[in-house]
């Protein structure tokens, strides 16, 4: 099992940015891709980003166009989303998740189901 606590959330005016990092403990975290999605009040789960387990191949969502990214740290344990030019329907809480599906399932990364470990969460809040 691996253990994924969310950190870094918080208000932000629009067009502002906000680091959401993620922190592993249990198992070998190199071996599970890594996703953060985002749910609003009385809103399905939506896709954010994804990472490979190595860091070399990285997913975004439509809606991101270039200002969120994604990247990890092996050797800490640690994922980070960096979030720049925030707006407000971005607010949601953003959870972390942990996939051990194999690298090659490149439509895996985007789907909630195939991720086996989930944090338990950050709020963003975007003011207008």
């Known amino acids: 099992q691996v253990q994924l606590v969310e950190s870094g959330g918080g208000l932000v005016q629009a067009g502002g940015s906000l680091r959401l990092s993620c922190a592993a403990s249990g198992r070998t975290f190199s071996i599970y891709a890594v996703g953060w999605f985002r749910q609003a009040p009385g809103k399905e789960r939506e896709f954010v980003a994804a990472?490979?387990?190595?860091?070399?191949?990285?997913y975004y969502g439509d809606s991101i166009k270039d200002r969120f990214t994604i990247s990890r740290d092996n050797a800490k344990n640690m994922a980070t989303l960096q979030m720049n030019s925030l707006k407000p329907e971005e607010t949601a809480v953003y959870y972390c998740a942990a996939g051990s599906f194999p690298s090659s399932m490149n439509t895996y990364y985007y789907r909630a189901g195939p991720y086996d470990y989930w944090g338990q969460g950050t709020q963003v809040t975007v003011s207008s």
């Open positions: 990472i490979s387990r190595d860091g070399g191949r990285t």
